[in-house]
T-cell receptor, first 111, second 117 residues
Framework: AQSVAQPEDQVNVAEGNPLTVKCTYS??????LFWYVQYPNRGLQFLLK??????LVKGSYGFEAEFNKSQTSFHLKKPSALVSDSALYFC?????????FGQGTTLQVKP | NAGVTQTPKFRVLKTGQSMTLLCAQD?????MYWYRQDPGMGLRLIHY???????AKGEVPDGYNVSRLKKQNFLLGLESAAPSQTSVYFC????????????????FGPGTRLTVL
């Protein structure tokens, strides 16, 4: 069965520091991996996805993610965090037309 | 271009009442989805549709029904609401990609916050 795990409920980082939000997955076949962000009282917004090709994927708002097949991970990263990045982040794996979501990680960026 | 819209934004029901949530998209997307979001559980798929007139069950379909009579609309119905259905409901849509089924980006509506007393 497909699954996604986000091992941290919350990540705290100071503004200007690099950030990492972790995601590991389990899927049979080729994984299609996604990151979405949710701001308070809003729907989910697409950040980036990995389908195939280069393991480093660049997305919106300066975010990037690295696909690591051997570690079955797809961690979200940003070199320099902004206070406005504070939000709930979801990792998801796509399979047979459906998205399986992780439980979400709250990112708190402090000034 | 409004994207994905949901009606209503908020609703309070009493146990046993029924209601319908409406999702509309103006992107000519083939696929549409209904999710529920509960704290600490991420989003879980309730039902989905791969085209007008077709629907299928997702991960948590019990207590819900759906219809896709028009390509742009996807309705989610609760026939007899229960407190366990208190949640935030999100609709999403996507255009089938060429990379494989599941590789397409889903676009989400703003959500409907439902409370069942």
């Amino acid at each position: 069965a497909q699954s996604v795990a986000q091992p941290e409920d919350q990540v705290n980082v100071a503004e200007g520091n690099p950030l990492t939000v972790k995601c590991t997955y389990s899927v049979s076949g080729n994984p299609y991996l996604f990151w979405y962000v949710q701001y308070p009282n809003r729907g989910l917004q697409f950040l980036l996805k990995y389908i195939t090709g280069d393991n480093l994927v660049k997305g919106s708002y300066g975010f990037e993610a690295e696909f690591n097949k051997s570690q079955t991970s797809f961690h979200l990263k940003k070199p320099s965090a902004l206070v406005s990045d504070s939000a709930l982040y979801f990792c998801a794996v796509g399979n047979t037309g459906k998205l399986i979501f992780g439980q979400g990680t709250t990112l708190q960026v402090k000034p | 271009n409004a994207g994905v819209t949901q009606t209503p934004k908020f609703r309070v029901l009493k146990t046993g009442q029924s209601m319908t949530l409406l999702c509309a998209q103006d992107m000519n997307h083939e696929y549409m989805y209904w999710y529920r979001q509960d704290p600490g559980m991420g989003l879980r798929l309730i039902h989905y549709s791969v085209g007008e007139g077709t629907t299928a069950k997702g991960e948590v379909p019990d207590g819900y029904n759906v219809s896709r009579l028009k390509k742009q609309n996807f309705l989610l119905g609760l026939e007899s609401a229960a407190p366990s259905q208190t949640s935030v409901y999100f609709c999403a849509s996507s255009l089938p990609g060429t990379s494989g089924w599941g590789a397409d980006t889903q676009y989400f509506g703003p959500g409907t916050r439902l409370t069942v007393l």
